[in-house]
């Protein structure tokens, strides 16, 4: 998207399956956060204090990130949305929690809509399946979907499926999936079920690039 680079929901550093990326390498332009869990937020600050990215996040993450001493931040909520010049970024609803690590309320759990000349893009956060994703379509016709589907936490990769086609999406990338060993899931088994149904799953390995 005109060469710009967005991050989502940095978990790298306690995160072992992430152990070959140096955090300090990355510079994006943008950091989208869906909300405050710890596995979504853990090098946010370091990122953004590096990179002087800006960081988009619902209100409450947006002050939490004023006080660590983030100042290039942008906070929203749930409906709006922010006109990047390239792109356009708005925030809609995740069935989720969302505090901080200390406890502290994180405001509301979200996903984004990247809308772009070159790239339409949902990308889901941590959600449930719900039906306020059917109004996606009436929204923006979507290339790609990055869709949580671990389950246990979230949806579980029968209802990601389900959410394909409730938005209408043809690629789907796989997302929040054998981190922790409660979601943990069976590739082969969720491959087929995409397959059977006459969709595209991704699910890639920490590192690997995918073009769309
Ligand atoms: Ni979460």
Redesign the pocket.
């Given at each position: 998207m005109q060469g710009k680079s967005i991050i989502f929901d940095p978990f790298i550093t306690p995160n072992p399956l992430a152990a070959g990326i140096d955090i300090n390498s990355l510079k994006p332009d943008y950091l989208l956060i869906t909300?405050g869990?710890y596995?979504?937020i853990a090098d946010a600050v370091q990122i953004a204090q590096n990179s002087g990215c800006l960081v988009i996040a619902c209100f409450e993450i947006h002050e939490w990130l004023q006080r660590q001493g983030v100042g290039n931040t942008l906070g929203m909520n749930i409906g709006g949305t922010a006109d990047l010049g390239f792109a356009k970024v708005r925030m809609i609803p995740a069935v989720?929690?969302?505090s901080f690590p200390d406890g502290s309320y994180a405001g509301h759990?979200a996903g984004f809509l990247i809308n772009s000349p070159e790239l339409n893009l949902y990308y889901s956060g941590?959600t449930d399946l719900t039906r306020d994703m059917e109004l996606i379509p009436d929204i923006c016709s979507l290339d790609a979907a990055c869709i949580c589907l671990g389950g246990h936490?979230t949806m579980d990769y029968r209802d990601a499926l389900r959410c394909a086609e409730m938005i209408r999406c043809e690629q789907i990338i796989g997302m929040h999936f054998d981190t922790f060993e409660p979601i943990s899931i069976d590739h082969k088994a969720a491959l087929e079920h995409f397959s059977a149904a006459g969709r595209k799953l991704y699910l890639p390995k920490v590192g690997e690039h995918l073009n769309i």
């Amino acid at each position: 998207m005109q060469g710009k680079s967005i991050i989502f929901d940095p978990f790298i550093t306690p995160n072992p399956l992430a152990a070959g990326i140096d955090i300090n390498s990355l510079k994006p332009d943008y950091l989208l956060i869906t909300h405050g869990h710890y596995d979504h937020i853990a090098d946010a600050v370091q990122i953004a204090q590096n990179s002087g990215c800006l960081v988009i996040a619902c209100f409450e993450i947006h002050e939490w990130l004023q006080r660590q001493g983030v100042g290039n931040t942008l906070g929203m909520n749930i409906g709006g949305t922010a006109d990047l010049g390239f792109a356009k970024v708005r925030m809609i609803p995740a069935v989720h929690s969302s505090s901080f690590p200390d406890g502290s309320y994180a405001g509301h759990a979200a996903g984004f809509l990247i809308n772009s000349p070159e790239l339409n893009l949902y990308y889901s956060g941590d959600t449930d399946l719900t039906r306020d994703m059917e109004l996606i379509p009436d929204i923006c016709s979507l290339d790609a979907a990055c869709i949580c589907l671990g389950g246990h936490f979230t949806m579980d990769y029968r209802d990601a499926l389900r959410c394909a086609e409730m938005i209408r999406c043809e690629q789907i990338i796989g997302m929040h999936f054998d981190t922790f060993e409660p979601i943990s899931i069976d590739h082969k088994a969720a491959l087929e079920h995409f397959s059977a149904a006459g969709r595209k799953l991704y699910l890639p390995k920490v590192g690997e690039h995918l073009n769309i």
